[in-house]
């Protein structure tokens, strides 16, 4: 059988292909990145825990995880350390018409350890009664700064109203805890948090195992002791708690992503269009030869083999042309630090990608090609 390839027209197509298979790898790689990046943070926000106890709802029958279970715990044969983490919700003490405004709901927590990504851009750390840090945002939202005063509620009707005084403003990174990007967060000492109306019971229990330990021994251990407390409560690895969290960040973290995965399909049925346009346009200047073949006795299957062929060679060569392509601009765009909270260690370029994108460039290929076939 000749080769019904048109060189000048399958250029057309080649192209077509490239640019959707370029679109599909370039989503597949940023997605991905994001991932990593969002896993990387959840592991550091807990702090190189082995496992993570998470208290039972109230209607659950949950009961509170304090300092007594804190301390059966670091008794535990297999345990070397455990500890606990604050949390609670308190509201800006606002006029009466803006109490259900936009940020006027913060996180209350503990003082956090300053690192390379947690950071002081003002002030000090507080240290005792009246006062609080804040961190980045909430500073922003309300214009407050070091020295300035922030007035509190611990719930809408505001049992419990208090004034502490700013002396700090902190950047949170990863390992300062839960993110609280979405409002703001306060940062006072546990007593500072009782005083503001804030649970003083943990709101999570950080174990970290003795060297030697595997973790599902350490869960097993863990759970025995804390299903003794409170049987709802969940004793979970680090791993799946990593999981959880970046799961729980995932709708926010990865809008990016979610848009080129939404466009990536969209390019796809382009592509589809343009591909069959050309092939059509192709296999009807080919008439005078295909007839000439099925005069000298060629099947119609051979001759639709002729055209998928010319169409999985298109599609092949087209999608392998596009992944590289997809691949060097995502490489670029994300080692130049232009997409905010991405950076060139969070990279991830997966082998799995790049075949389901070639994968699916050919296959758009050659279903597009069905029908002039």
Do not use: W
């Amino acid at each position: 059988m000749p080769s019904l390839l048109d060189v000048r027209r399958t250029v057309a197509a080649l192209i077509a292909v490239a640019l959707s298979a370029a679109l599909i790898a370039f989503a597949f790689i940023v997605s991905d990145s994001y991932t990593t990046g969002m896993q990387a943070d959840a592991r550091l926000s807990l702090g190189g825990a082995d496992a993570v106890v998470v208290p039972a709802r109230p209607s659950e029958g949950g009961g509170p995880l304090d300092d007594a279970l804190i301390a059966q715990l670091s008794d535990l044969d297999g345990v070397a350390s455990a500890r606990g983490e604050h949390m609670d919700i308190l509201r800006l003490d606002l006029p009466e018409q803006l109490t259900r405004a936009v940020g006027s709901v913060v996180l209350a927590q503990d003082v956090p350890a300053l690192s390379e990504r947690t950071t002081l851009t003002a002030g000090r750390l507080p240290q005792g009664a009246g006062e609080v840090a804040i961190d980045t945002n909430l500073a922003k939202q309300q214009e407050l700064g070091v020295g300035d005063v922030i007035r509190l509620k611990n719930n809408d009707d505001g049992d419990i109203r208090t004034s502490p005084t700013v002396v700090g403003i902190i950047s949170p990174g990863p390992d300062a805890g839960l993110d609280s990007s979405t409002g703001g967060a306060v940062y006072a000492t546990v007593d500072q948090l009782a005083a503001m109306g804030a649970r003083t019971a943990y709101h999570r229990l950080y174990v970290d195992a003795k060297p030697g330990v595997s973790t599902g021994d350490l869960v097993s251990e863990v759970e025995q002791v804390v299903h003794a407390v409170q049987p709802a409560a969940s004793v979970v690895d680090a791993d799946t708690a990593v999981a959880q969290r970046a799961a729980a960040s995932q709708s926010g973290g990865t809008m990016i992503a979610t848009l080129l995965n939404l466009l990536a399909p969209v390019c796809a049925v382009v592509a589809a269009i343009v591909i069959a346009t050309t092939f059509a346009t192709l296999v009807a200047r080919q008439t005078r030869t295909t007839g000439l073949l099925r005069c000298i006795g060629a099947s119609r299957r051979q001759v639709m083999g002729a055209v998928l062929r010319t169409a999985a060679l298109t599609g092949l060569i087209g999608s392998i042309l596009g992944a590289g392509l997809g691949t060097g601009a995502a490489t670029l765009l994300i080692r130049s630090g232009v997409i905010e909270d991405l950076g060139a260690d969070q990279l991830t370029i997966t082998p799995l990608s790049l075949v389901v994108t070639v994968a699916v460039g050919t296959l758009v290929t050659l279903i597009a090609v069905l029908l002039p076939a």
